[in-house]
């Protein structure tokens, strides 16, 4: 059994809103099978930016 790649597709920066959470979730439980995967992090600098990913794996 092979690992599979990940790689990045888009990287946005976003302001920090408390539900953007659940449109994450919603995204990779929707899109998981058609192998695409979201993240979301807060930014080192500045706690009210976020960092949204979008990745192929």
Do not use: C, P, W
């Amino acid at each position: 059994m092979g690992h599979s790649k990940i790689t990045t597709l888009s990287t946005v920066q976003l302001d920090y809103s408390d539900d953007l959470y659940k449109v994450v979730d919603s995204l990779n439980r929707t899109l998981k099978e058609d192998d695409l995967m979201f993240g979301l992090t807060l930014s080192e600098d500045n706690n009210e930016k976020a960092i949204f990913t979008i990745y192929r794996t």
